[in-house]
């Protein structure tokens, strides 16, 4: 089983940007799908972006032309670069490793979370 280990959250003022990364280990990553969710206190947890193995990739309409995901095979890391951020961006941010299954997903693993606070 791959384990995700998440790193780069932190505090930013509006219209700021951080970039996250998640760095997977004990299997084939290559061959995963890879995203993000983020949940927010009171709300259902949002999933935010996912790259598949081949590079296609998919975004909330909340975060599209702000967030870009991307993957680096070769280190096993996936990034998720958040530009203009708002303060509707805080939440802690899960990264996920999962295999397509129809026309979803099955998880495989999740990082431990990741604080991201937009605030001045």
């Known amino acids: 089983q791959v384990q995700l280990v998440e790193s780069g959250g932190g505090l930013v003022q509006p219209a700021g940007s951080l970039r996250l990364s998640c760095a997977a280990s004990?299997?084939?990553?290559?061959?995963?799908?890879m995203g993000w969710y983020r949940q927010v206190p009171g709300k259902q947890r949002e999933s935010v972006a996912d790259i598949t193995s081949s590079g296609s990739t998919n975004y909330a309409d909340s975060v599209k032309g702000r967030f870009t995901i991307s993957r680096d095979n070769a280190k096993s890391t996936v990034y998720l670069q958040m530009n203009s951020l708002k303060p509707e961006d805080t939440g802690v941010y899960y990264c996920y490793a999962g295999l397509p299954r129809g026309p979803g997903i099955l998880f495989d693993a999740w990082g431990q979370g990741t604080l991201v606070t937009v605030s001045s």
């Open positions: 004990g299997s084939i990553f290559s061959r995963y799908v």
